[in-house]
């Protein structure tokens, strides 16, 4: 009974999770942060090379943590009230929190650049509480940086 109780309650999640980002395909906002992306290729490429396989593994498991576990969990204990204009006060500390976690790996300028970013996946999460419209245009914009075709 209990075990049921947990799989439907699974389940509902995860097909809301793609309901909501099946609707966010259809944003307008949606496109826009996707096309920003691009500015990546105009920035100097990393000495890093993953495959595209990684890069998406990779940013579905960042917006697992910063959107879904943190960002919300903020949210929640904020009672969904902080906001600075369309950007919520979760929306920022994970955004930090996300810049701050990329200074292990990357240089001082690159991590605090993640910054911005984060801001547009934050603001998608805020919008379809759905985590794959982030974790689509976060892959994008990792795409984009790493596998610069020009």
């Excluded at 075990?3 to 099946?22: E, H, M, S, T």
Aim: with cysteine; charged share 15%; net charge positive.
């Amino acid at each position: 009974m209990v075990y049921d109780f947990f799989v439907n309650r699974i389940l509902k999640g995860i097909w809301c999770q793609f309901k909501w980002g099946a609707i966010s395909l259809t944003d307008p906002i949606f496109y826009l942060f996707f096309s920003l992306g691009f500015v990546g290729l105009y920035v100097p490429e990393p000495d890093l090379h993953l495959s595209l396989k990684l890069l998406f593994l990779k940013a579905l498991f960042e917006e697992f943590f910063f959107r879904f576990l943190l960002q919300e969990g903020i949210d929640r204990l904020l009672k969904y009230r902080w906001r600075l204009g369309p950007l919520s006060l979760a929306n920022l500390l994970a955004s930090l929190t996300f810049a701050c976690m990329h200074l292990i790996h990357q240089p001082t300028h690159w991590a605090l650049l993640t910054f911005f970013p984060s801001l547009a996946f934050g603001y998608m999460w805020q919008r379809y509480r759905s985590l794959v419209s982030a974790t689509l245009i976060h892959f994008a914009y990792n795409a984009f940086l790493f596998y610069q075709f020009m």
